[in-house]
């Protein structure tokens, strides 16, 4: 081995050394951030206030103030919810009571209705949720309390006729007969298009300690899909549907939510001691009698209602105006160990609002409330719901940027899957793509932080279709890396391609076309091609309803000195190939050894391309795409190579480090 070859393997090795190092403390999860992606700086590096000494903060004034309701409607409002509920003393259970009226929005008349029951989703470890997440989500694992359940108590007619003998569990999607999140009702009367049927029901819902999004910790409440929840029935053009019917799927494993606009009005009772944060806005002052205190709101043109309670909020709110935004108030619940944090989660909530309103379309809602679950409740943080979102949990007291960038991603979700409302079932990356393509936007814009795209690109060990049930996918992690992560690749691509001032017409034409009204790929397809005035067709196929990415490889270089006349020269043949889907020029970067360079751009459209040139000098290097213009190519260790080795060593070397690196990413479940 000579000294040449040693060093090249020592720096190769190194450069593998590195990567795993560097998976070791997180890059390789960066984006399980509740798939934020934040390379966070030091703690010390962050400008705020020590943490108080003392353990609870002095609560501030509670938010009481009725606010009125908008008289103009913004959405079909299908639905329509009265509830009451209660949280029992012992902290684990709710007592439920509501009116549900479901307005036929179709054409045909009507005969049945399905409820989504998703507390049913923790109750056995048969459950369609459990069995595919093997008891977890993201880094939240199930605990020996994490069971829960949804029992229907009644269910009647405003006559007061019993229902429950017709309703019947239902499991379309794996016909796993121990899951329960999803019912069918047949009713006594069939509903006619423009109709409307309402129906009284009682639940007792008990709730698990923290896992996936909802529970209990401590005293400590995160009520998420707590309640008895009707499906979307989708009319035909929704979501190119060509006959309208039901849109029903159980509660998986990776999936999220899809339900349809309307009004809630909800009563919550809770002990005395706690402050409760919800959907919507308050229209009574709080009552507080015999040890209980009860909380009125109302919410219109949301899609679901959630709510948390906790003894040991530190509240603190603000008013807010901006282009696209009238006045919202910000309200936060911190938890105690985060109050000296509140001006940091105050801006954040803030950036998001004004640049998302000012790119996208205005916020209609009057209120905004940003909930900080406190240490030990992660699985509630990190998550939205209409007007309310969660932050990471208070783990620590001097977080880095992830508290910054969670909140501005949750409030991303108010535009993607608040208002435009796609279907997290079937095409979760309308809303996780999205959302995570907009936070990185206000993060450059509000704190000057740029995504890391070379190394997110690098993730892409197991691309696949961004268009399919979230189910689909192999597990979370592969959910996770296309849904967030290559979702929002593919949309950097797509600006790349058509410049920023066409691709913010694009978005903002597509939230304005579409807000309100439950779009799918199709729909976001031809916006593109309205406003850029191009088929994109081709790029849609590969980069979105298949599973490629753009790699490009040198695959070889040979160099042979020539004898011409007046002097010695040198043929240097390059063989570049085409490993993916393509995605437009690809610029290819030529380096001989007296420093002198030269550029070629291949289109890219044949599966490789030979390249042979005469020069003085011979060559020294080639490398593809130098500056990263190709954010779909993931593999970027094949994009550059040496060309004194000879032809089958340097060949050799190239696939055998490729392999082991693939294989090192492998070994950490990337």
């Given at each position: 081995?000579t000294?040449?070859?040693?060093?090249?393997i020592?720096?190769?090795s190194?450069?593998?050394?590195?990567?795993?190092?560097?998976m070791?403390?997180g890059?390789?999860e960066?984006?399980l951030s509740?798939?934020?992606y934040a390379?966070?700086p030091?703690?010390?590096?962050?400008?705020t206030s020590p943490v108080?000494?003392?353990?609870k903060?002095?609560?501030?004034?509670?938010?009481?103030t009725?606010?009125?309701?908008?008289?103009q409607p913004?959405s079909k409002?299908?639905?329509?919810?009265?509830?009451?509920?209660?949280l029992?003393?012992d902290?684990?259970?709710?007592?439920?009571?509501?009116?549900?009226?479901?307005?036929?929005?179709?054409?045909?008349?009507v005969?049945?209705?399905?409820?989504?029951?998703?507390?049913?989703?923790?109750?056995?470890p048969k459950t369609?949720?459990m069995t595919?997440?093997?008891?977890?989500?993201r880094k939240?694992k199930?605990t020996?309390?994490?069971?829960?359940?949804?029992?229907?108590?009644?269910?009647e007619?405003?006559?007061?006729e019993?229902?429950?003998?017709?309703?019947?569990?239902t499991?379309?999607?794996d016909?796993n007969?121990?899951?329960?999140?999803?019912?069918r009702?047949?009713?006594p009367?069939?509903?006619?298009p423009?109709?409307?049927?309402t129906?009284r029901?009682s639940?007792e819902?008990k709730l698990?300690?923290?896992?996936?999004?909802?529970?209990y910790?401590?005293?400590?409440i995160m009520a998420g899909?707590?309640?008895?929840?009707?499906?979307?029935?989708?009319?035909q053009?929704?979501?190119?549907?060509?006959?309208?019917?039901w849109n029903?799927?159980?509660?998986?494993?990776?999936?999220?939510f899809y339900s349809d606009?309307g009004?809630y009005?909800?009563?919550?009772q809770?002990p005395?001691?706690?402050?409760?944060?919800?959907t919507?806005?308050?229209?009574?002052?709080i009552v507080q009698?015999?040890?209980?205190k009860?909380?009125q709101f109302?919410?219109?043109d949301v899609?679901?209602?959630?709510w948390?309670?906790?003894?040991?909020?530190?509240?603190?709110?603000a008013?807010?105006?901006?282009?696209?935004?009238p006045?919202?108030?910000?309200?936060l619940?911190?938890?105690?160990?985060h109050?000296?944090?509140?001006?940091?989660?105050m801006?954040?909530?803030?950036?998001?609002?004004a640049?998302?309103?000012?790119w996208?379309?205005?916020y209609?809602?009057?209120?905004?409330?940003?909930?900080?679950?406190?240490k030990?409740?992660?699985?509630?943080?990190?998550?939205?719901?209409?007007t309310?979102?969660?932050?990471?949990?208070?783990?620590?007291?001097?977080?880095?940027?992830?508290?910054?960038?969670?909140?501005v991603?949750?409030i991303?979700?108010?535009?993607?899957?608040?208002?435009?409302a796609?279907?997290?079932?079937e095409?979760?990356?309308l809303?996780?793509?999205?959302?995570?393509?907009?936070?990185?936007k206000?993060?450059?814009?509000?704190?000057g932080?740029q995504?890391n795209?070379?190394?997110?690109?690098?993730?892409?060990?197991?691309?696949?279709p961004?268009?399919?049930?979230?189910?689909?996918?192999?597990?979370?992690?592969h959910?996770?890396?296309?849904?967030y992560?290559?979702?929002?690749?593919?949309?950097?691509?797509?600006?790349?391609?058509?410049?920023?001032?066409?691709m913010?017409?694009?978005?903002?034409t597509y939230?304005?076309?579409?807000?309100?009204?439950?779009?799918s790929?199709?729909?976001?397809?031809?916006?593109v091609?309205?406003?850029t005035?191009?088929?994109?067709?081709?790029y849609?196929n590969?980069?979105v309803y298949?599973?490629?990415?753009?790699?490009f490889?040198?695959?070889?270089?040979d160099?042979?000195?020539?004898?011409?006349?007046?002097g010695?020269l040198y043929?240097?043949?390059?063989?570049?190939?085409?490993?993916?889907?393509?995605?437009?020029?690809i610029?290819?970067?030529?380096?001989?050894?007296d420093?002198?360079t030269?550029?070629k751009?291949?289109?890219?459209?044949?599966?490789?391309?030979q390249?042979t040139?005469?020069?003085?000098?011979?060559?020294e290097?080639?490398?593809i795409?130098?500056?990263?213009?190709n954010?779909?190519d993931?593999?970027?260790i094949?994009n550059?190579?040496?060309?004194?080795?000879?032809?089958e060593t340097?060949?050799?070397?190239?696939?055998?480090?490729?392999?082991?690196i693939?294989?090192v990413?492998?070994a950490?479940?990337?």
């Amino acid at each position: 081995m000579t000294p040449r070859y040693f060093k090249r393997i020592l720096f190769g090795s190194l450069a593998v050394v590195f990567l795993v190092i560097s998976m070791r403390y997180g890059f390789g999860e960066a984006w399980l951030s509740q798939y934020t992606y934040a390379l966070a700086p030091a703690a010390d590096v962050m400008q705020t206030s020590p943490v108080p000494n003392s353990a609870k903060p002095q609560v501030v004034q509670q938010p009481d103030t009725a606010m009125p309701p908008k008289p103009q409607p913004l959405s079909k409002r299908v639905v329509e919810y009265h509830i009451n509920v209660s949280l029992r003393d012992d902290g684990q259970h709710l007592d439920g009571s509501q009116d549900v009226t479901w307005t036929n929005p179709g054409k045909k008349t009507v005969s049945e209705l399905y409820f989504h029951l998703y507390p049913n989703a923790f109750q056995s470890p048969k459950t369609t949720f459990m069995t595919e997440s093997h008891g977890m989500l993201r880094k939240d694992k199930a605990t020996p309390n994490s069971r829960s359940h949804i029992k229907l108590l009644t269910l009647e007619t405003l006559e007061g006729e019993s229902l429950l003998p017709r309703l019947q569990y239902t499991q379309p999607d794996d016909g796993n007969s121990s899951d329960y999140t999803l019912a069918r009702l047949r009713l006594p009367e069939p509903v006619p298009p423009g109709k409307s049927v309402t129906l009284r029901m009682s639940y007792e819902v008990k709730l698990p300690e923290i896992f996936a999004r909802m529970g209990y910790s401590g005293d400590f409440i995160m009520a998420g899909q707590w309640f008895p929840k009707l499906a979307v029935y989708e009319t035909q053009g929704t979501r190119g549907r060509t006959s309208e019917g039901w849109n029903v799927h159980q509660y998986h494993g990776n999936s999220e939510f899809y339900s349809d606009f309307g009004i809630y009005s909800v009563r919550i009772q809770v002990p005395e001691t706690y402050t409760v944060a919800a959907t919507g806005f308050q229209t009574k002052s709080i009552v507080q009698q015999d040890g209980k205190k009860l909380f009125q709101f109302y919410a219109e043109d949301v899609h679901d209602f959630a709510w948390a309670a906790s003894p040991n909020f530190v509240y603190e709110e603000a008013a807010f105006s901006d282009k696209g935004i009238p006045g919202v108030r910000i309200k936060l619940y911190l938890d105690p160990s985060h109050a000296e944090l509140k001006d940091r989660y105050m801006h954040a909530a803030k950036s998001a609002l004004a640049n998302y309103s000012r790119w996208y379309g205005s916020y209609p809602y009057n209120t905004l409330s940003v909930v900080v679950p406190p240490k030990g409740a992660a699985g509630a943080g990190g998550m939205e719901y209409p007007t309310l979102i969660t932050a990471f949990a208070a783990e620590v007291g001097n977080p880095g940027y992830e508290l910054e960038r969670t909140v501005v991603h949750e409030i991303g979700h108010q535009f993607w899957y608040g208002m435009v409302a796609s279907n997290e079932f079937e095409e979760a990356w309308l809303d996780e793509g999205f959302t995570s393509y907009a936070e990185d936007k206000v993060m450059e814009a509000a704190y000057g932080i740029q995504p890391n795209l070379r190394l997110e690109a690098s993730y892409m060990t197991h691309p696949a279709p961004l268009r399919q049930p979230s189910w689909a996918y192999n597990n979370h992690l592969h959910y996770a890396e296309n849904v967030y992560m290559r979702a929002k690749l593919v949309l950097v691509d797509i600006e790349n391609k058509v410049g920023s001032k066409q691709m913010n017409r694009i978005m903002r034409t597509y939230f304005q076309k579409y807000k309100f009204k439950h779009p799918s790929t199709a729909d976001f397809q031809r916006v593109v091609e309205q406003v850029t005035k191009a088929d994109w067709t081709e790029y849609f196929n590969q980069f979105v309803y298949s599973n490629r990415m753009a790699d490009f490889s040198v695959d070889a270089i040979d160099v042979k000195s020539v004898d011409r006349e007046g002097g010695q020269l040198y043929e240097s043949t390059v063989l570049i190939r085409k490993n993916g889907g393509t995605t437009g020029p690809i610029p290819i970067l030529f380096k001989f050894t007296d420093g002198t360079t030269m550029t070629k751009e291949w289109a890219g459209d044949e599966s490789h391309i030979q390249y042979t040139e005469v020069t003085a000098a011979p060559l020294e290097w080639v490398s593809i795409d130098p500056d990263h213009t190709n954010v779909l190519d993931n593999k970027l260790i094949n994009n550059f190579m040496m060309a004194e080795l000879p032809s089958e060593t340097r060949t050799r070397w190239n696939v055998g480090v490729s392999k082991f690196i693939q294989g090192v990413l492998g070994a950490f479940g990337w």
